[in-house]
């Protein structure tokens, strides 16, 4: 977008909004207003969390059109390092309240757009957040792994299954005990585990423990001491194996 002219940038930013009017679900207001090459930016992406937008750009350029835009609470800007993991810093409007709940087919998530790596949320996953509900029956065991703010648990939780989340950050399962409670779901009818999960699939596997259900949603790369570095392209026939 660096050679387009503010009129260009203006007129792709109100098509790229135009598109998603009227297509986003019921009881939703956070998703996506613009996709990169998509919406035929270069470099540019804007997610809307109940009126707070986080704008991402892999340079040190955010076209002023964007504050112009004007219809947010508040702007922030990542500037996307090699390794993504820059935090946002807040450009224009006001900082949200604390905790800023957002809601996602009406159950309620918990963001923070100062969050370095993600703000609590992938917006990429809401169908298959969706499926999940959809999919699960009262009772229903299900195990979410890389379980990051326990979205997919969530879901599954609200759909009266017993859920089991794994991730190595306890600080994230906390985040997401709290977006169980942010449901009017009680954690402590659920199961947290921190640690490796390819440590916790052998241990399942060797006690006999089954589930109806299981999700698989690893990060592009992660580490632990357990296992190593993980690559998603690499290891991900691994996890399918245990």
Known sequence: HMNMSASEI??????????????IPPETDAMRLV??????FRDLIIDDFAGHWIA??????????????????????KRLAKEGKGAPSLVAGSAPPSPLLVR???????IDPAAGYSCGLFLDQRDNRARVKELTGPGDRILNT???????????????????SIDLSGNYLEWGCRNFAHN???????????????????????????????VLDPPT??????????????????????
């Not at 996709?35 to 035929?40: A, C, I, M, T, V």
């Not at 996602?104 to 918990?110: D, H, I, P, R």
């Not at 585990?193 to 089954?210: A, M, N, Q, S």
Request: glycine share 12%.
């Open 184 to 214: 009017d779901l009680d954690p402590s009818d659920h199961f947290f585990g921190k640690g490796d999960v390819f440590e916790r699939l052998r241990f399942f596997t060797k006690k006999g423990i089954r589930f109806h259900g299981i």
């Open 10 to 23: 203006s007129r792709n930013l109100s098509t790229a909004f135009g598109k998603r009017k009227g297509r």
């Open 221 to 242: 790369f992660s580490r632990s001491k357990e296992s190593g570095a993980f690559k998603v392209e690499k290891n991900y026939g691994e996890l399918t194996a245990i």
């Open 104 to 110: 996602e087919n009406g159950l309620a998530f918990e």
């Open 146 to 164: 890389f379980a990051y703010t326990c979205g997919f648990s969530v879901a599954a939780a609200s759909a009266g299954a017993v859920t089991t």
């Open 56 to 77: 991402q750009t892999k340079s040190d350029f955010l076209p002023n059109e964007v504050a112009n835009a004007g219809h947010f609470r508040s702007l922030w800007w």
């Open 35 to 40: 996709n990169g090459l998509g919406d035929h």
